[in-house]
Nanobody
């Protein structure tokens, strides 16, 4: 079993920052890729960022490039999403997900393990 727990969400003003954490239990993040996805009410869950298991490759949705940074600390079994210059359209529930698949890690269909989500709300 792989269990993922997100934390770090909250309410911030536009232009502010948050750092989300995704902690894994049940297995190490070693040799798994981790992605962040988000879902706003009435919208599909969408890709935000992903990082390969070695941490050498990162991927970002166009909407967050230059503002968000994904990183990982495999020794702590934790992946982070640093979110800067937040915009109201970033408001969503943010989910982390893990996959041992070494292929297309920007697709949510590649992920079999999901956290419970953490709410991020950005006010105007």
């Amino acid at each position: 079993q792989v269990q993922l727990v997100e934390s770090g969400g909250g309410l911030v003003q536009a232009g502010g920052s948050l750092r989300l954490s995704c902690a894994a239990s049940g297995r190490t993040f070693i040799r798994v890729a981790v992605g962040w996805f988000r879902q706003a009410p009435g919208k599909e869950r969408e890709f935000v960022a992903a990082i390969s298991w070695r941490g050498s490759s990162t991927y970002y949705a166009d909407s967050v490039k230059g503002r968000f940074t994904i990183s990982r600390d495999n020794a702590k079994n934790t992946v982070y999403l640093q979110m800067n210059s937040l915009k109201p359209e970033d408001t969503a529930v943010y989910y982390c997900a893990a996959t041992a698949f070494d292929g297309d890690i920007v697709s949510k269909d590649s992920y079999g393990y999901w956290g419970q989500g953490t709410q991020v709300t950005v006010s105007s």
